[in-house]
């Protein structure tokens, strides 16, 4: 039975073979048992530059318990090495990610291995290199961006200060900084530096931003518009804006005061409307803001009186020549008024000076700009004069006691500015027309009409201080005379000459070639004093002197105190005293410091203050006006007291001058002002020539 016994053999053998590796393989008998595997376990796969990690190996089925033994490849090194387990160490922290592989090998069968992967992130880098500017009344949202470390970020602000409208928020890889910007936010706000730092242990990594700057642009101002219609009458439907622009989207209003009764306040648009029941003066402040906290406010004051009861018949402007508030005025009670001013950081003393001293100023638009330093009042110094510093002055109150007189007895405006920001020639302008057809300097050769010869120009204003070439010095716009004529109102303009090359209606086309200048512009200026005495006084008058009576600086004259008194004079023993309104201001500021910074209404100005001195029976007794006034407040006080329309001009928006007065007090006799020069020796005095010589 040999093949029945070999197939049992075999098959019995093959039974025992497995039984055998069943069950006696795992101990062996002298031969050898192979590790099955190798597994690797990490503590932190992700590793900030220098921090650590630790690993631990298992091994199945190891012989005698021979563990394994560690490599590293890609950086960074291995410690606290036994046959189970390992530290890495990353290498310092770098600008560019590394893959680590650390492997593990059996001791036992170094055929059987196991790896684990560790990344090691570059540092952390900011990636935004700017912050955007913005403006009040936006919303801001901008994003800060990092990459590299380990993830999550914490941010936060090391360096500098964020407005307090704006956060700082993390979200997700970055921090948004955002908010509403409203009024207290705007500014510049500098050096400031971001730190993001990563979540990486033992050892964060940080990264900063370079210093950064956030500029938000403040809203544009909020301006009022201009005065309202004055007076209202009793009983006479009523309607004044005090309409603002500026700010930030729609504005609100609201007051502070009284109005007259009868009339109400359209909190949305300004307006001022209704009937007045009652007679009086109703003084009030308008305040405007919008919804970011930007905010304004003005004064104005409502008359009421019966239809045609302004007791004013006659007004007369007395226009003097060159010289500020700070200059005239310095020291009066209960006015604004500076005794040191600022050049470029220092403060200047102001030092007194005599009327009549010889000095050399700039008063020509670029010289304005210069002083004025974009509202620092800091650049009124003049290198090339023999002093300087020689603006920086004050003329003495006993230099000018006539003025001083007038001023304490009546209406001082100590908030009068000019309303050009320029010389003479222009400045003459707004006061017939309330423009000056954009020219900005006096022409040259200073012939100032349209009887210049051929090739005069003046200047127009350019930005920024500079002037446009310029253009023939006769215009052909409407001026108050027209409106005068129009409405059968008398005017006289007094001046040292006809064609004098600078009275101001020389340079308008229609009046210079029409009747109008050969009928109602007299000289010489002294003429008027034999008018008033002889009984004769137009509705509406202008008087401008010759040099030695103007103030200007450099005539080498005080009598122009004395030439003002004695037409005031005049007039307060006439019998036109009972109805007339004397306004006595100067044309230009003359190069004079003065400290108060001009309100902006458009690119001509207004410029510098001038005084003012309001004298009628009806001005208010020993009173300061702090209300805004410029030189187109005259025409408007003749379109307000008439009953005119406006020019379309600054007169549409100035303010009337009705602050300057109270036309329920009673009339009282005029008291002389004392003088040095007589009425006499300025009626045969020699001419003097121009008052403007710049």
Same mark, same amino acid.
């Given at each position: 039975m040999p093949a029945f016994a070999g197939f049992w053999i075999g098959t019995l053998s093959y039974l025992v073979v497995i039984a055998i590796f069943v069950s006696f393989g795992p101990s062996g008998c002298g031969g050898s048992s192979p590790a099955n595997g190798v597994a690797i376990t990490v503590s932190a796969r992700t590793v900030d530059g220098s921090d650590s990690t630790a690993l631990t190996a298992t091994v199945s089925n190891d012989r005698n318990s021979a563990g394994v033994s560690w490599s590293v490849r890609g950086g960074g090194t291995l410690s606290s090495t036994s046959t189970f387990g390992t530290t890495y160490t990353a290498p310092a922290p770098s600008n560019s990610a590394l893959t680590v592989t650390v492997t593990a090998t059996s001791v036992a069968d170094s055929s059987k291995t196991a790896s684990a992967t560790i990344i090691v992130p570059a540092r952390p880098?900011?990636?935004?290199?700017?912050?955007?500017?913005?403006?009040?009344?936006?919303?801001?949202?901008?994003?800060?961006? !990092? *990459? %590299? @470390?380990?993830?999550?970020? #914490?941010?936060? =602000?090391?360096?500098?200060?964020?407005p307090a409208c704006l956060t700082i928020t993390a979200s997700g890889s970055g921090a948004l900084i955002a908010g509403t910007l409203n009024a207290s936010c705007a500014g510049t706000y500098s050096n400031l530096v971001f730190q993001v730092t990563d979540s990486g242990t033992p050892n964060a990594l940080t990264a900063?931003?370079?210093?950064?700057?956030l500029t938000i642009a403040a809203a544009p101002a909020i301006k009022f518009g201009g005065a309202m219609p004055d007076p209202a009458a009793i009983d006479v439907a009523y309607t004044g804006s005090a309409a !603002? *622009? %500026? @700010?930030?989207?729609?504005? #609100?209003?609201? =007051?502070?005061?009284?109005?007259?009764?009868?009339?109400?306040?359209?909190?949305?648009?300004g307006a001022v409307t209704g009937t007045p029941t009652a007679v009086g003066t109703s003084w009030f402040t308008m305040a405007a803001a919008d919804a970011y906290g930007d905010s304004n406010s003005r004064s104005y004051s409502i008359g009421v009186s019966t239809p045609d009861a302004s007791p004013i018949k006659h007004i007369v402007v007395i226009m003097q020549e060159n010289r500020t508030f700070d200059n005239l005025f310095n020291g009066f009670p209960g006015a604004d008024s500076a005794q040191s001013g600022m050049n470029k950081g220092t403060v200047v003393p102001l030092t007194p000076v005599p009327l009549a001293g010889t000095v050399s100023l700039d008063n020509s638009h670029l010289g304005w700009w210069?002083?004025?330093?974009?509202?620092?009042?800091?650049?009124?110094?003049?290198?090339?004069?023999?002093?300087p510093l020689g603006a920086y002055a004050y003329v003495q109150s006993s230099?000018?006691?006539?003025?001083?007189t007038l001023a304490t007895q009546y209406t001082l405006a100590d908030r009068m500015f000019q309303s050009n920001t320029g010389p003479s020639f222009g400045a003459h302008q707004y006061l017939i027309a309330g423009q000056s057809g954009q020219a900005d300097e006096n022409p040259n050769n200073n012939f100032f009409g349209c009887d210049a010869p051929a090739?005069?120009?003046?200047?127009?204003?350019?930005?920024?201080?500079?002037?446009l070439p310029g253009v023939y010095p006769c215009f052909d716009y409407q001026t108050m005379a027209d409106l005068l004529d129009a409405n059968g109102i008398t005017w006289s303009y007094y001046s040292y000459g006809r064609s004098s090359n600078f009275e101001p209606y020389e340079a308008i086309r229609h009046?210079?070639?029409?009747?109008?200048?050969?009928?109602?512009?007299?000289?010489?200026?002294?003429?008027?004093?034999?008018?008033?005495?002889?009984?004769?006084?137009?509705?509406?008058?202008?008087?401008?002197?010759?040099?030695?009576?103007?103030?200007?600086?450099?005539?080498?004259?005080?009598?122009?105190?004395?030439?003002?008194?004695?037409?005031?004079?005049?007039?307060?023993?006439?019998?036109?005293?009972?109805?007339?309104?004397?306004?006595?201001?100067?044309?230009?500021?003359?190069?004079?410091?003065?400290?108060?910074?001009?309100?902006?209404?458009?690119?001509?100005?207004?410029?510098?203050?001038?005084?003012?001195?309001?004298?009628?029976?009806y001005a208010k007794h020993g009173y300061v006006s702090h209300q805004d006034y410029e030189t187109a407040s005259l025409l408007t006080f003749m379109e307000k007291n008439f009953n005119l329309p406006n020019l379309g001009t600054r007169d549409a928006t100035a303010n009337d001058l009705s602050d300057c007065f109270d036309y329920s007090q009673t009339a009282t006799p005029y008291i002389p002002i004392k003088t040095n020069v007589s009425v006499d020796v300025l009626l045969h005095e020699k001419p003097s020539g121009p008052p403007d010589d710049d």
């Open positions: 880098a900011i990636t935004a290199a700017a912050l955007r500017s913005s403006a009040v009344g936006k919303a801001y949202s901008q994003l800060l961006t !990092a *990459s %590299g @470390g380990i993830l999550p970020y #914490t941010w936060k =602000l090391t360096s500098g200060t964020l900063k931003t370079p210093a950064l700057t !603002a *622009s %500026g @700010g930030v989207g729609a504005l #609100t209003y609201s =007051l502070s005061g009284t109005l007259p009764t009868g009339l109400s306040l359209n909190t949305s648009s210069k002083a004025w330093d974009n509202g620092k009042m800091d650049g009124f110094a003049l290198s090339w004069a023999n002093d230099d000018i006691q006539p003025y001083w090739g005069t120009t003046v200047a127009l204003i350019g930005p920024n201080g500079t002037d009046i210079f070639y029409g009747n109008d200048f050969k009928n109602n512009i007299i000289s010489p200026q002294t003429q008027v004093l034999t008018d008033i005495a002889n009984g004769k006084l137009a509705e509406v008058t202008w008087v401008t002197p010759d040099l030695i009576h103007s103030d200007h600086p450099g005539s080498n004259s005080n009598e122009g105190p004395d030439w003002v008194a004695s037409v005031v004079n005049a007039i307060g023993a006439s019998p036109f005293w009972n109805s007339t309104a004397i306004f006595i201001s100067w044309d230009d500021w003359g190069g004079w410091y003065d400290h108060a910074v001009p309100p902006v209404i458009d690119d001509m100005g207004p410029g510098f203050r001038v005084p003012l001195i309001v004298v009628s029976p």
